[in-house]
């Protein structure tokens, strides 16, 4: 097995409550506080990267989606009577 030598230093400033919250759900999850910032940090990181992918297709694949993106929308009943429910969970 591999062993990632871990020798680079962040340094944050955050104030009280927020270090304690994460504190606290560092335990929760039984990491160390340095564990538990570098995972979330890092799947962060991950998703918003991977929000920046380039999709690179085909000019005609392009012209179809932005013909079908272009076209007014369509009342979908089942839609409208979902939207009617007053769902206790919801705001």
């Known amino acids: 097995m591999t062993t ?3 020798n ?3 340094n944050l ?3 009280a409550n ?3 919250v ?4 560092a335990k929760i ?9 570098t995972e979330a940090a890092y799947q962060s990181a ?10 690179g297709v085909d000019a005609s694949v392009f012209d179809a989606v932005e013909t079908v993106l272009s076209q ?10 979902l939207f009617k429910t007053d769902l206790d969970w919801a705001d």
């Open 29 to 37: 999850r039984g990491k160390s506080l340095t564990a538990f910032m």
């Open 8 to 10: 680079e230093i962040v």
């Open 13 to 15: 400033r955050m104030d």
């Open 4 to 6: 990632v030598r871990k």
């Open 46 to 55: 991950q998703k918003d990267l991977l929000e920046q992918q380039f999709l």
């Open 72 to 81: 007014p929308g369509r009342v979908r009943p089942e839609l409208v009577e």
């Open 18 to 20: 927020t270090r304690d």
């Open 22 to 25: 994460i504190t606290r759900a």
